[in-house]
Structures are given as C-alpha cells and as structure tokens.
C-alpha cells in the first residue's frame, strides 16, 4: 500500500481507532472495579476522569491554531492557545503520576484493592490519554 493512501485513510480511520483505544482504556478500569474483591475508593475513580477530561481539553484546539501561520483578530492571543495545551498536558501527566501512585498504594498494602486495581487505573490512564492524541491528530476545521 502506497504511503499517500495510508495518510489520505487516517482522517477516515482514526476517529474510530481512537474510539475504539478510549472504549479499551475503560474496559479495563470497568472490569477491574467489577472483578474486585474489595470495594474501590472514590479516589481511585479520579486519575482515570481527569485523564479523559485532559483528552477533551486538548482536542478543543485544532493543530491549525498552534502552527506559525495562526492568525486570531485579537491581540496576540497564539500563547493562550499554548497556554491551554500545556494545562491540557499538565492534567493528563498528574491523572498519569496519579493513577501509577494509586497501582503503588494497591500493590503494598493487603486491606485496599487488589494490585490489578492499580494497573487497570494505569492502563485507563494511558488508553485514554493516547486515545487523544489519536484523534487530536486526525481532526481539523474542515
């Protein structure tokens, strides 16, 4: 398959592989809290809610508007745009650290969820956050 066809597919094919990573990401922390033997604190459910508002942040910008050919009516306003990405990704890298401290939590104490808590959490994190990407790389304005 020529390399051309493969990139004119993406904008097709991408919405769909990345709804099929985020349907993933959950699968894992919904059979992880369903399966396990102790109940899963509230606290445990954050990492993976704010991984997928990361993902909802910075898919509210499109690629268009970070490149050097940005034009806005309003002063200067390229860097709130900057600005938004970087507390976009700063909630998804803290849902992440977070999601790994809870699998730490889980893997050495005995009275709390089982370790598989943890790493489906660590997992949801990351389905979620790369689903995001996957989408934030094939859509645009047109």
Known sequence: MDNN????????????VAG?????????????VVCSAAAVPF??????????????????????DIGDSYYSPYDDSEWRVKLWLFISYVVSFVSLAGAVGFLVQDALTDSGP???TGTAGVLQCVFVLVSGLIYWTCHSED
């Open 114 to 116: 089982s370790a598989w």
């Open 43 to 64: 606290l445990h459910y954050l990492p993976g809610f704010f991984a997928s508002f990361a993902a909802l942040m910075f898919n509210c910008v499109s690629r268009e």
């Open 5 to 16: 066809n493969l990139l004119a597919a993406w904008p097709i094919v991408a919405p769909g």
């Open 20 to 32: 099929a990573v985020f349907g993933a990401g959950w699968w894992f922390w919904v059979d992880a």
